[in-house]
């Protein structure tokens, strides 16, 4: 089985050369397809990155060009690492469970 390779906020703004803020404002605008994970984390498929520079005119990195098509699962580890960049940056509130009796 294989899945499409996506790419996160962090990743994306890198490549578009935008800010983070940015990449999610044209999330919320239907400028760029993605899907929410759980945690609330962003991710955006290859395919819509790719025509969303293209259709746009962005030079096309070639860590995009070059990862485009289809991916194994063992690719689930690489993401998994792309996740821990995100939460590293972001701003996240903990809840710490009361201790039981």
Same mark, same amino acid.
């Given at each position: 089985? $294989?899945?499409?390779?996506?790419? +996160?906020?962090?990743?994306?703004?890198?490549?578009?050369?935008? $800010?983070?803020?940015?990449?999610?404002? #044209?999330i919320r605008q239907d400028y760029l397809q993605a899907y929410t994970i759980p945690g609330g984390y962003h991710?955006? =498929?290859?395919? $819509? @990155? @790719?025509?969303?520079?293209?259709?746009?005119?962005?030079?096309?990195?070639? *860590?995009?060009?070059?990862? #485009?098509? *289809? +991916?194994?699962?063992?690719?689930?580890?690489?993401? *998994?690492?792309?996740?821990?960049?995100?939460? $590293?940056?972001?701003?996240?509130?903990? @809840?710490? =469970?009361? =201790? +039981?009796?």
């Open positions: 089985m $294989s899945i499409e390779k996506a790419f +996160t906020t962090g990743q994306v703004s890198r490549y578009c050369q935008v $800010s983070r803020a940015t990449v999610l404002k #044209w991710r955006v =498929p290859r395919s $819509s @990155l @790719l025509c969303f520079m293209q259709e746009y005119q962005m030079p096309v990195p070639s *860590e995009v060009e070059a990862s #485009w098509g *289809e +991916t194994s699962l063992d690719e689930a580890a690489l993401d *998994e690492a792309a996740r821990s960049e995100d939460r $590293s940056t972001e701003t996240r509130a903990f @809840l710490v =469970p009361s =201790p +039981t009796a």
